[in-house]
């Protein structure tokens, strides 16, 4: 059945890019992070506390420009939760981090 013309349509966009920002904001305070995590696959003689504790804080970083930012607080975590996935799954990636001793690490870096 097509859709009635008359019914409203839902419209998906991003948050407005704060003043002065160019492109899209999520991406811009993501970079360190995602820059990070695309080393994580590769690091030789990878130390998984040292990772960890990068992570946190670059984790840390992105929720504080969010919030700078003035980006939406649900939409902030929920995008932290989708770099600390990729994170997680770079650096299992790794066949020189030993994937217990990495899930360790993150587990007690990362809040609950």
Same mark, same amino acid.
């Given at each position: 059945m097509p859709p009635d013309p008359g019914e409203p349509k839902t419209v998906v966009r991003p948050p407005p890019a704060?003043?002065?920002?160019?492109?899209d904001p999520y991406a811009a305070i993501a970079r360190p992070a995602l820059e990070f995590s695309r080393g994580l696959e590769r690091a030789q003689k990878p130390d998984p506390l040292a990772l960890a504790a990068e992570a946190r804080r670059l984790i840390g970083r992105f929720e504080q420009d969010g919030r700078r930012a003035g980006l939406p607080p649900e939409a902030v975590l929920d995008a932290r939760d989708a770099l600390i996935a990729l994170i997680n799954a770079r650096a299992l990636a790794?066949? @020189?981090l030993s994937p217990r001793d990495w899930t360790r690490?993150? @587990?007690a870096a990362l809040p609950p």
């Open positions: 704060p003043p002065g920002a160019g492109g790794n066949p @020189g690490a993150l @587990g």
